[in-house]
């Protein structure tokens, strides 16, 4: 069982404690992060397509590309199939297209995690097998991190939950030591923010952006 797992199977509290098991349904979260990156990906305007984003190798075309990339794959997890079957890019998509592309994956998302029963099942992740509860957590933090991404490329202030924003940081915290950046893990260094700074800045932080 790697960190990722244990952190939804027997999460801790700030001190260290184990907890009692989440009382909450991961897919809610991971319903609540496709629902808002597709909001925030309909209100992106074509003079915006060549501004540069919070993540340096994605300027707003390419991350809106990405971004509908990730929805599809996160369906085809779900279904267990290979997640590298989905290119990182949605490239046949024409600029502009990409909130139009987006419904379909959504919806299809919603239909592929359905059924409770995909929490408890190995799923494969590019970064290794994981039960199904583990990967809605990873793909809620993508997909946040990601909406943030273009929501400050184009000057969008989404309507964050900051319920939900403190569970992805509860798990990616343990999940993504500050030590383990490079290499493997595409993360750039943790940026030092105030502690009672907003949650969004304080996950966003987390994964090497700045605020």
């Given at each position: ?17 184990v ?7 991961p ?19 074509p ?15 390419r991350?809106?590309s ?17 997640p ?17 592309a ?12 359905a059924?409770?029963?995909?929490l ?24 946040t ?10 000057g ?20 993504l ?17 105030d ?5 969004i ?11």
């Amino acid at each position: 069982m790697n960190k990722t797992e244990q952190l939804i199977e027997t999460p801790s509290d700030s001190t260290g404690t184990v907890a009692a098991p989440f009382s909450f349904d991961p897919r809610t979260d991971l319903a609540a992060a496709v629902e808002l990156a597709g909001r925030t990906l309909a209100a992106v305007r074509p003079e915006q397509y060549d501004a540069p984003t919070p993540c340096e190798e994605f300027d707003v075309r390419r991350l809106s590309s990405h971004l509908v990339a990730v929805v599809r794959r996160i369906s085809v997890i779900g279904r267990g199939e290979d997640p590298f079957s989905v290119p990182s890019f949605a490239d046949e998509i024409a600029d502009g297209a990409w909130a139009a592309a987006w419904v379909p994956g959504a919806r299809e998302v919603a239909e592929v995690w359905a059924d409770p029963g995909i929490l408890g099942l190995q799923l494969r992740l590019p970064m290794g097998v994981l039960p199904g509860a583990a990967a809605a957590a990873v793909y809620t933090h993508e997909l946040t991190v990601h909406t943030w991404d273009l929501a400050r490329a184009t000057g969008q202030d989404p309507d964050w939950d900051p319920a939900l924003i403190e569970r992805v940081i509860g798990v990616v915290r343990r999940a993504l030591p500050a030590e383990t950046r490079g290499g493997r893990i595409p993360f750039a260094e943790v940026v030092a923010v105030d502690p009672e700074a907003p949650a969004i800045d304080r996950l966003v932080a987390w994964a090497g952006r700045r605020p």
